[in-house]
């Protein structure tokens, strides 16, 4: 019994999030059928977006984020900025695994609620400075 529920746990994370996941592949499709990277990370998706001399980035041309995260897929402006926020953008990942498409209602009610309170929607978002808090217990054990 307890193997079962250790087997299906996994599945129910991924169906919980599938709404986000989607709306992020949806996103990000063209440039995936049209050649940007994509691996697989510790069960994330991760997508780079082609440099700046690929014809299809002007579609994507100065997107407002350095890594945004939909669900399992995870977007990122090159592979070394995602490399660089792996832990900060997983952390996401498993907000929307806790969350599910609530996560839609809850990442930006919470920057209204800062906002709302004179603070900073993005720096005081409560999943912010979640995401921050798994950085630094990450590099606390290297
Ligand atoms: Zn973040």
Known sequence: MHTNRIKIKPLTRY???????????????????????????????????PNSDHIISKLYQRPPFIAITFGHVIIGKSTAELARLRTH????????ECWGILFFIAYPLSSLLQWARGRHP??????????RAAEKRALATR
């Open 122 to 131: 993005y720096w005081d978002n409560h999943f912010e400075i979640a995401a």
């Open 89 to 96: 953008e997983h952390a996401h990942v498993r907000q929307y």
């Open 15 to 49: 169906l919980w999030a599938l709404p986000c996941t989607i709306v992020g592949i949806t996103w990000v499709l063209p440039v995936l059928l049209l050649g940007a990277k994509a691996r697989g990370v510790s069960g994330a998706l991760e997508i780079s977006l």
